[in-house]
Structures are given as C-alpha cells and as structure tokens.
C-alpha cells in the first residue's frame, strides 16, 4: 500500500492580489494534512474520502478514461488530479492500472466543518503525489505543483494556486501565481508535457526562512467561507472600481515585497508593521467592491490579538475561517488566549511544516 500525505496552507499576507500574476503573497504550510492511500486493483477500482461519504464510488475505465458509474460526483478535484496525472504517465510510457485510491483528512474538524487550511488544494496535491509513488514518476516539486495547478484551474477556474505551492513544497514561501491565460492558450496547442517542462511566466515560488523569534498564532471564527465565490465577487465589482483596484494592487505589492525582505533581514517589527499594513488594504478593498472579508468575528480576533502586542490580519479570502497572528516569542500568549476563548475564538494548535528530505 502506498500512503502519502500533503498539509494544508494558511496566507500570510497578498491576498486577492495574488490572483494577478506577478503579484507576491507569503502562505505558510501547516501541519494538519490530507492523506491519500493507493492500493492495487483489479478490473475496477474505487475512491473513498471521509471528506464527503464513507461510501465509495466506483469506476471503470472505457477507452483509456477513468469513467464513474456513479451519477452524483463530489471528487472533482481527485478525478482531475487523476486524469492529469494518468495523461502525464501515458506519455512517458506507463501503462495505466487499477487501483483503491481512500483519501483522509484533518482538514475540517469533527462535524466536517471546514477550517480555511485549502482543502481542495492539498487533496489535489495529494492524489498527485500518491500516483506519482504509483507510476513511479519520479516527478520533482514543480512537476507535481504545475499538474496540481492545472487540475485545480480546471476545477475551480479562479485562485492563485498558492495553496498548491504551499502543499507541494511545504515551510514559509514567497509565491507569484502565473499567468494562467498564457498557460490555457499553450494548452490548446501543446502537449501536457511540453507544457509542463516549459516555463510559465510570472511563477515564482520562493522558500523563506522565518526568524527564530517569530511566533504563529491561528485563530478559528467557526464560520467557513468559500474562497471562489469572494474571488469572484471581488472580480465583479474590480470592473467597476477600476482605479482603486489598480491602486490596491500596486501598494498590497510593495506590502508584501516589503515583508519578504523583513523575513530575510529576520525584521520582526517591520514584519508586524507589514501585516497591519496588508489588513488595512484589505479593509479598503471591502469597502470599495462590498466584499465582507474582515467579517466582525475576524474584526474581534485581530483586535484582540493587537491589544495583546501581536500584529494580525485575516487569512486567505476572508469572510470567515482564520486569522492569523505575528507576534514575538517573548509575547506571552495567555492573556489572548483567554480573550479569544471569551470572544468564542478557536485558538487552533497549528505549527509551521516542513518537508524532511524525503515526503510524509
């Protein structure tokens, strides 16, 4: 049996401006994961994910394609990452097999409830990995992040994919999303492994070392929110706002280039200084195209965390799930802790992971 695992992703700093490339954000992997488990079949295979139901669906393969015979279909991102993936094996010669693929996930606590630690970009990037150890690809990072982020695109159609990066290469990273219209016109007329082995513009995925001092603090607001439905909302109303939008865009780059630097100067202060910078923009992108992304459960938390020394900011598309704070390691963290627990705050025992020479 092959078992392999990705973490889930918390954003730092840059959101909504990742979306455009060429425009830095700084995600961190943490340490809850997604786990895949590949077992060989015969004749049939299936997929099992505690995710959506105990049961598993089951499939057949009808002229080299994965085929459900199941109507109801809630595994997008798997299929995708599966049909990708199997595409790529092809062209290297691999004959296709069956299998049992079960997926497992500490993404979402007890009731199934999600915590904004980019589920579907870590199962996407785990199923990748899993078949990978299957074929015996051999594929290194940027191979399985490029197939991740085309299966993610195919399925969500928006984002930045710095879940993906996050997934795939794990630790603190700076990133810059690519330029996905270049990448769906090269598509059309390349192969998916010239497309694969070619540079994409604008990607930039840049690991970072955090300095020694830095504490992470996670917070739960309890209420999840969807990342592509606000994407979307901010697109929509960016036409309107067009000026405003190019202006958030340029200062949330110079934020976050900023910040990037202070994380290799090991510039605690200037990093804080930054995070209550890039919450302030965001404040200003919600008002502008009115988009709820500090809702005011993310309002409390950061404000809290702030009276408590710490410099905080909601994670990712906002509108709910976490926010996240800086803070340095002499803080102490109990008199936030206690006001988060008043505030009905879930504080959530989250560390920073690393990959350890080979894979989890």
């Known amino acids: 049996m092959i078992e392999v695992s990705a973490p889930g992703k918390l954003f730092i700093a840059g959101e909504y401006a990742v979306v455009e490339p060429g425009h830095p954000a700084i995600i961190v992997a943490v340490d809850q994961f997604i786990t895949v488990t590949i077992e060989p079949a015969t004749k049939n295979g299936s997929i099992q994910s505690q995710q959506y139901s105990e049961l598993p669906i089951r499939w057949t393969r009808k002229n080299g394609e994965l085929v459900l015979d199941h109507r109801e279909n809630p595994f997008h991102y ?43 970009g870590a199962v996407t990037v785990a199923t990748v990995k899993a078949l990978n150890t299957f074929y015996d690809l051999q594929m290194d990072k940027m191979t399985q992040f490029k197939i ?21 290469f794990g630790g603190w990273i700076a990133f810059s999303t690519f330029d996905s219209r270049w990448v769906k016109e090269k598509q059309k007329k390349w192969t998916l492994n010239e497309l694969i082995a070619s540079d994409w513009p604008c990607l930039s995925i840049q690991p970072l070392e955090a300095p020694k001092n830095l504490r992470l603090l996670i917070g739960w607001t309890g209420s999840p929110a969807s990342t592509s439905d606000l994407v979307d909302q901010v697109h929509q109303s960016k036409e309107e706002k067009q000026k405003m939008y190019a202006q958030f865009l340029v200062e949330s780059k110079q934020c976050v280039e900023e910040m990037i630097q202070a994380f290799k100067a090991k510039n605690i202060p200037l990093i804080k200084q930054m995070i209550t910078k890039n919450r302030q ?22 404000n809290l965390a702030e009276q408590c020394g710490g410099a905080a900011k909601s994670s990712g598309a906002g509108g709910g799930d976490c926010g996240i704070v800086i803070a340095d390691k002499k803080t102490g963290i109990l008199p936030l802790m206690t006001l988060w627990e008043k505030a009905e705050i879930t504080p959530l025992p989250l560390h920073v992971y690393h990959y350890q020479g080979g894979q989890k």
């Open 281 to 302: 923009l965001l404040v200003g992108l919600s008002t502008f195209t009115d988009v709820t992304i500090e809702t005011p459960a993310l309002k409390e938390l950061c």
């Open 78 to 120: 798997i299929l995708e990452a599966i049909r990708l993936t199997e595409k790529y094996a092809q062209n290297q010669g691999q004959l296709l097999a069956f299998y049992h693929l079960k997926v497992t996930s500490e993404l979402d606590n007890s009731t199934g409830r999600k915590y904004g630690l980019g589920s579907s």
């Open 148 to 168: 991740a982020a085309l299966a993610h695109l195919a399925v969500q159609g928006n984002g930045s994919c710095g879940d993906i990066a996050a997934s795939c």
